[in-house]
C-alpha cells in the first residue's frame, strides 16, 4: 500500500489560557480569586491519513481546530503530544525537509507585502526557497498563468481584489512545486464570483497537477464539491471522515425538509425547531424583495412526513406568519454535519 | 544549508527591503537630516561656552586629538550605523509580524540567522550612503580635517567596526524576540548607546563605573578605533586592543544572536505565538 501524503497520529495541541489582563484581574489572581488556570485543547488525538494525490476537505466551524492542524502539519506549530508525517517526514524531527514539500496557503489578506508587485513578492518568496534565479523567473510567470494574474504582476499588490490576492496567495505556496497543498480557508470573504474562481483553481492542482490538496473550510458547498474525501470536525476532534456521498447517507438521513414562510418572525426557527419529530431547524435563506425566509428542518429518524407537515403548518400559522412552500430535499453535508456535531457551520 | 541558500537568503532580503523602502521616499529626510543634526547640536554645544582654539586644546588632552569637530563625526557616523542594524538587523523579526508575513517567512526551508543578516546588511548598506553623505556635508559646514596614515588600519577598523554591528543586530533581533517588544526595546537602547559609546564625548569623561558599561558595547570599540586612525593617523598596533575587542564581540553577539533566535522560533512554536505582536 504507498504510504500516505499526510499521516496524523493521536495529534494533539493544547493552547495555555491566556490570562485576564488589568489591574485588576492582576490583583484578583494575586489574592487567589482570579479564574484557575488551564489549557484549551484546539486538537484533540486526531488521527488522520490523506492520500497521495486526494483532494482532502476539512470540514468545521470557527474554532474547531482546522487552522491548528494546518499549521501543525506545515511545522508552523509543535505538537503537545502525538505524532504527524507529510510525504513520509516528521513533521517536529524533519521540519525543514518538510518546509520543502509543502505549500501553504492561509485565509485573509495579509501574509503578502502589499507595496510590492505581486511579481515582487513571489520573487521574494523564490530566492527564500533557494530557487535559481532561471528557474524561479520562468516558474513565476507559469504560476502567474495558472493564476491568471499575469496582466496584472506588477501592480502593487495594494491594489488587488480580495480574489487577486488570494489567487498570488496559491500561487506563492506552489512557487517550491510542493507535494503537499495546504489551504487554511482560501476563499473567506471573497465575492461570489472571487470565491468560484478560487475553487476553480484549487480544484484543477489535484486533477490537472497531481497535488495533495488539504484545504480547509467552514463552506458546506465548497467542501462538498472539491474533496474526494471530507472530515468533518469539531471541538478539535475529527468526528467523521467519509467521501461526501458517504457521509451524507451515513449521518444526512433519509430526507431534509425545506419549509418557506412569509411574514416569518425572529423565533420562527426556534419554534420550528420545538415541532414534535423535527430535530433541528435553522433559517437557511430570507429573500427580501419577496419578504420570505427559508427554513430547513431536520426530521428525527422515524419522523412520518404526513404527521411532521401538519404540525409544521400549525406551527407557522400559530406565528401569524404564512406557508408559501413545504418541500422534501435530499440531505446535504450540512444536514450530515449538524446531525454529527449537533452545531451548525456558521 | 548551503552557501548559496544563504546567499539567496541575503539577496532576498536586500531585494525586497529596497523595493518596498523606495515606496517610503520620505524617510530619506530623516535619515539625512538626522545625524547632520546630532552632529550640529554637539557642536553648538562646545563652541556656545568656549572658543574653538580653548576646546581643542581640551579634546588634545582627554582625547588626544585636535580635531573635535572629525572626532563627533566620526562619532555619529558609526552609532548612526548602529541605529540602522538595530532597526533592520534587530527589528527584522517584528517587522514581519507588522507585515503579516512572519509566519510564510517561517515556512521557508531557509536559515533565519541568513534571512537577519540579509536584513541587518540591507541596513548597512542602507544607512550606509545616507549616513556618508551627510557626514560629508558636516565635514565641509564644520571644517573637519581627517589624516590617515595607515590606510590598512582605516579599512580594517571599518570594517570590524561593521561587522561588529551586524553581529549586533542579530544578536537584538534574538534579544528582542525573548519578549515581544521589539518595538519599545530598540527605542530604549539607542539613547544610553549614544550616551555610553561617547558619540559626542570623550568616554574616559565618564566615572569609572560607568565606563565599565562602555566597555561591554562594541560600538565603543568601533567609535575608539576609527577616531584613533582617522584622526591620530594611527597604525595597526595602535588599534590591535580595540580590533580584537570587535572581533571577539562579533564572534560572541552572533553566535548569541543565533542561539536566541533558534530558540525562540522554537518557543514561539511552543506557546503558539509566532504570528502576534
Do not use: C
Not at chain 1, 202 to 228: F, N, R
Request: hydrophobic share 50%; glycine share 10%.
Amino acid at each position: 500500500m504507498p504510504e500516505p501524503a499526510i499521516r496524523a497520529q493521536a495529534l494533539v495541541r493544547t493552547f495555555d489560557r491566556k490570562p485576564e489582563q488589568g489591574m485588576g484581574a492582576a490583583i484578583k489572581r494575586l489574592v487567589g480569586r482570579g479564574p484557575p488556570k488551564g489549557t484549551i485543547t484546539a486538537v484533540d488525538h486526531v488521527d488522520l491519513e490523506v492520500a497521495r494525490g486526494e483532494f482532502f476537505g476539512l470540514l468545521g466551524p470557527n474554532g474547531a481546530g482546522k487552522t491548528t492542524l494546518v499549521k501543525l502539519l506545515s511545522t508552523l506549530l509543535l505538537p503537545s503530544s502525538g505524532t504527524a508525517e507529510v510525504a513520509g517526514l516528521d513533521v517536529v524531527k524533519d521540519a525543514d525537509a518538510v518546509r520543502r514539500k509543502v505549500g501553504v496557503v492561509l485565509g485573509g489578506e495579509r501574509a503578502l507585502y502589499w507595496r510590492l508587485t505581486g511579481r515582487e513578492n513571489l520573487w521574494y518568496f523564490s530566492q527564500l526557497y533557494d530557487m535559481p534565479a532561471k528557474d524561479a523567473r520562468r516558474r513565476i510567470d507559469a504560476l502567474l498563468d495558472v493564476v491568471d494574474l499575469a496582466d496584472r504582476a506588477d501592480e502593487r499588490v495594494e491594489n488587488y481584489s480580495k480574489g487577486m490576492k488570494q489567487r498570488l496567495h496559491v500561487a506563492r505556496g506552489l512557487l517550491n512545486d510542493p507535494d503537499v497543498l495546504l489551504l487554511d480557508e482560501p476563499s473567506i470573504g471573497l465575492d461570489p464570483h472571487a470565491a468560484r474562481s478560487v475553487r476553480a483553481l484549487v480544484k484543477d492542482l489535484t486533477t490537472k497537477h497531481g497535488k495533495t490538496v488539504v484545504l480547509t473550510t467552514h463552506y458546506m458547498y465548497e467542501a462538498d464539491q472539491l474533496s474526494d474525501r471530507v472530515a468533518i470536525m469539531s471541538r478539535g476532534r475529527i468526528l467523521a471522515v467519509g467521501t461526501p456521498t458517504e457521509l451524507k447517507e451515513r449521518y444526512g438521513g433519509a430526507h431534509a425538509l425545506v419549509v418557506e414562510v412569509a411574514r416569518a418572525g425572529d423565533a420562527l426557527a426556534a419554534r420550528l425547531g420545538e415541532v414534535p419529530g423535527v430535530a433541528r431547524a435553522t433559517e437557511a435563506g430570507h429573500d427580501p424583495a419577496r419578504g420570505v425566509s427559508r427554513f430547513r428542518l431536520l426530521p428525527v429518524e422515524g419522523a412520518t412526513e404526513n404527521g411532521l407537515a401538519a404540525a409544521v403548518a400549525e406551527t407557522v400559522k400559530r406565528a401569524g406568519a404564512s406557508l408559501i412552500e413545504y418541500r422534501i430535499d435530499r440531505p446535504t453535508l450540512e444536514d450530515a454535519f449538524v446531525r454529527a456535531t449537533g452545531e451548525t457551520l456558521e | 544549508m548551503t552557501t548559496t541558500a544563504w546567499g539567496r537568503s541575503i539577496r532576498a532580503a536586500l531585494y525586497k527591503n529596497w523595493r518596498l523602502s523606495i515606496t517610503y521616499p520620505t524617510w530619506l529626510l530623516q535619515r539625512l537630516l538626522s545625524p547632520l543634526v546630532w552632529v550640529a547640536i554637539a557642536v553648538y554645544a562646545y563652541t556656545g561656552v568656549a572658543d574653538p582654539a580653548r576646546i581643542a586644546e581640551a579634546f588634545a588632552e582627554a582625547a588626544g586629538t585636535t580635531g573635535f569637530t572629525g572626532f563627533l563625526i566620526l562619532g555619529q557616523t558609526l552609532f548612526s550605523f548602529f541605529l540602522g542594524m538595530n532597526w533592520r538587523g534587530g527589528m527584522a523579526i517584528q517587522r514581519e509580524r507588522w507585515y503579516g508575513t512572519l509566519e510564510i517567512v517561517m515556512l521557508a526551508p531557509t536559515s533565519r540567522v541568513a534571512f537577519i543578516l540579509g536584513e541587518s546588511v540591507y541596513g548597512l548598506l542602507d544607512s550606509g550612503w545616507t549616513v556618508l553623505l551627510a557626514m560629508v556635508i558636516a565635514m565641509f559646514a564644520f571644517d573637519a580635517r581627517f589624516t590617515v596614515a595607515h590606510p590598512e588600519a582605516a579599512l580594517l577598523a571599518v570594517l570590524l567596526a561593521l561587522l561588529a554591528m551586524v553581529a549586533l543586530g542579530v544578536f537584538f533581533s534574538g534579544f528582542y524576540l525573548l519578549t515581544r517588544s521589539a518595538g519599545p526595546l530598540s527605542s530604549a537602547v539607542q539613547a544610553p548607546i549614544r550616551f555610553l559609546a561617547g558619540v559626542q564625548f570623550p568616554v574616559s569623561a565618564l566615572p569609572t563605573q560607568i565606563q565599565y558599561a562602555s566597555f561591554a558595547i562594541p560600538v565603543t570599540y568601533g567609535i575608539a578605533a576609527v577616531r584613533r586612525v582617522f584622526l591620530a593617523g594611527g597604525d595597526i598596533a595602535a588599534v590591535s586592543g580595540e580590533l580584537l575587542a570587535l572581533a571577539l564581540s562579533t564572534v560572541v553577539f552572533f553566535a548569541i544572536g543565533a542561539y536566541l533566535i533558534g530558540r525562540m522560533e522554537k518557543e514561539a512554536k511552543r506557546r503558539g505565538t509566532l504570528h502576534v505582536y
